[in-house]
Nanobody, 119 residues
């Protein structure tokens, strides 16, 4: 089993910054893809960013140039630095890890952390 624990959410004013962190423990493979998703009220969960063990990152168009994903392989952690935050970034943010060739068998989610962007 795998446990994911997120931290770093909160309330921030528009234009501000927040950093989310996620720690994975348990049966964590070194080649997992790590990432972040979010879900706003009434919306589906959406992709934000992923990063491979080799450091290749992908971003949603909506956050490109504002958010930065990073990971520390030895510590099994993944961070999301969020800058220039907008009210539409308000959502519950979820950490995710999976094996790209076995996602149906190995796909884990954190409990989520609330990010609220408001004046």
């Amino acid at each position: 089993q795998v446990q994911l624990v997120e931290s770093g959410g909160g309330l921030v004013t528009p234009g501000g910054s927040l950093k989310l962190s996620c720690k994975a423990s348990g049966r964590v493979f070194s080649n997992v893809v790590m990432g972040w998703y979010r879900q706003a009220p009434g919306n589906k969960r959406e992709f934000i960013a992923t990063i491979t063990s080799g450091g290749t990152a992908r971003y949603a168009d909506s956050v490109e140039d504002r958010f930065t994903i990073s990971r520390h392989n030895a510590r099994n952690t993944v961070d999301l630095q969020m800058d220039s935050l907008k009210p539409e970034d308000t959502a519950v943010y979820y950490c995710n890890i999976y094996l790209s060739d076995r996602r149906s068998e190995y796909d884990y989610w954190g409990q989520g952390t609330q990010v609220t962007v408001a004046p």
